[in-house]
């Protein structure tokens, strides 16, 4: 179904930013493309003695900012049209964060909780070296997504320093704070969601505190920002993962919860709340909605039932184009997701200037970085929504769109 292609959805919302810019017409093209894209086919063997041939891929898509700057993803539905697709997403989230960074994204086509710790490790150093031919500190720098934690990514920097011989820090970000990982890391997207959020809330003269919340997916994002939203005065009233959901309309009791999933890795069976499906979730009469899952998880064949007042998307693509454009005719006020996730990859850079410089800052000063870059971006989306009479992800495409085309055409084009 073309409303579920990523790439397409992608390329969709990039044609609808560009038609209120003047640009070159080669220009466009240039960015509607993927710089560069490698497909890997690589063996692993197995805890049993067989050998197993796993494919993976890195895709940058545009290199006029910087370094490329994505994460790898471990999931058994990866696709290279999904990888094109965030990795474009990832260009514009860095552009309009105001990093040095163009985008990127990599995945392995595997369920990661199939594999035992020690198949984990072994698929993770040879896709490490697979992707090797495109990935160091000022080229190419990856960082976790879904299905890859902190530990991959220490295993990722470990391969890599091995083949150079010295020890690298700086080709990964979101590593464990020990080998070189910054402080807040880890809650940055988190946290940068309800950042987002409180800003909406202001704009909207809405109460902040007490606002109800339902989150899909209790991941790092949505348990961060569920945990988040809970310490800042907010009400989370439902949350959902892949094996089920909890929901109390008097408000859920974050720190509980947390064990709880810590424990059973899983929020289905909460004590005290009572079963949610993630369809159930979607459509609750919420103040707040954070999709935190997966992309395309907001369609035309359930746009009709949300029924928040802001959708704040902490995940990369939770909407379709034919979703925003019902959501919008609702007055849905919508934190796209370049801007609304946007804080991991801010703490990234951040990370990563640390490790290029061998000096680090504490959390306070990491939190600061963060809030400012997070509020700036959001005051200049509504603004440039405003002046243009557009929605907020086309405005904040648009300045993001702007920004990499004239730094494309200052570079000017080789040779």
């Known amino acids: 179904m073309a409303e579920l292609n990523a790439f397409q959805n992608a390329l969709a919302q990039f044609d609808k930013a560009v038609a209120h810019l003047n640009l070159e017409r080669g220009i466009v093209e240039l960015l509607r493309h993927p710089k560069r894209e490698l497909t890997v086919n690589f063996p692993v063997k197995m805890d049993g003695g067989d050998i197993?041939?796993?494919?993976?891929?890195?895709?940058?898509?545009?290199?006029?900012?910087?370094?490329?700057?994505?994460?790898?993803?471990?999931?058994?539905?990866?696709?290279?049209?999904?990888?094109?697709?965030?990795?474009?997403?990832?260009?514009?989230?860095?552009?309009?964060?105001?990093?040095?960074?163009?985008?990127?994204?990599?995945?392995?086509?595997?369920?990661?909780?199939?594999?035992?710790?020690?198949?984990?490790?072994?698929l993770t150093r040879r896709y490490a070296t697979e992707i090797s031919l495109l990935m160091n500190p000022q080229g190419d720098v990856p960082a976790p997504d879904v299905g890859t934690t902190g530990q991959i990514m220490a295993w990722i920097m470990d391969t890599y320093s091995m083949h150079l011989g010295y020890s690298m820090p700086a080709v990964v970000t979101g590593k464990p704070v020990e080998i070189g990982g910054s402080l807040g890391r880890n809650e940055a997207t988190g946290r940068g969601v309800i950042y987002a959020v409180r800003e909406a809330m202001k704009h909207l003269n809405l109460p902040f505190e007490g606002a109800t919340v339902a989150v899909q997916g209790f991941g790092n994002v949505g348990s961060i920002s569920a945990r988040t939203a809970h310490e800042t005065g907010m009400k989370v009233v439902a949350v959902t993962d892949v094996t089920g959901g909890a929901y109390n309309p008097k408000g859920l009791d974050l720190p509980a919860l947390i064990q709880h999933a810590t424990a059973t890795r899983s929020?289905?069976?909460?004590?005290?709340?009572?079963?949610?499906?993630?369809?159930?979730?979607?459509?609750?009469?919420?103040d707040v909605l954070i999709p935190a899952a997966l992309e395309n998880q907001i369609t035309s064949g359930n746009a009709d039932k949300v029924q928040c007042k802001v959708l704040a998307e902490g995940a990369n693509g939770p909407t379709t184009p034919e979703a925003d454009d019902l959501l919008n005719a609702k007055g849905v006020f919508i934190i796209p997701d370049i801007l609304c996730n946007?804080?991991?990859?801010?703490?990234?850079?951040?990370?990563?200037?640390?490790?290029?410089?061998?000096?680090?800052?504490?959390?306070?000063e990491i939190s600061r970085h963060l809030e400012r870059h997070v509020t700036k971006a959001f005051r200049?989306?509504?603004?440039?929504?405003?002046?243009?009479?557009?929605?907020?992800?086309?405005?904040?495409?648009?300045?993001?769109?702007?920004r990499v085309a004239e730094v494309t055409l200052i570079r000017g084009i080789y040779p």
């Not at 891929?57 to 990888?83: C, N, P, Y």
């Not at 989230?93 to 990661?112: F, Q, T």
């Open 52 to 122: 197993r041939i796993f494919t993976g891929f890195r895709v940058h898509h545009s290199t006029a900012l910087g370094a490329t700057k994505g994460g790898i993803r471990f999931h058994q539905d990866v696709t290279l049209d999904e990888m094109r697709a965030l990795a474009m997403w990832m260009t514009w989230k860095c552009s309009l964060m105001g990093l040095p960074y163009g985008g990127a994204k990599g995945g392995v086509v595997v369920d990661p909780r199939t594999l035992s710790m020690r198949e984990l490790e072994a």
């Open 267 to 286: 929020v289905a069976g909460f004590p005290g709340a009572d079963t949610i499906t993630n369809e159930e979730l979607l459509a609750l009469k919420v």
């Open 380 to 402: 200049r989306v509504v603004a440039e929504a405003e002046k243009r009479r557009i929605d907020n992800r086309t405005a904040a495409q648009v300045l993001a769109i702007q």
């Open 342 to 364: 946007g804080g991991g990859v801010v703490v990234s850079y951040l990370e990563w200037v640390q490790d290029l410089q061998a000096f680090f800052w504490e959390e306070e």
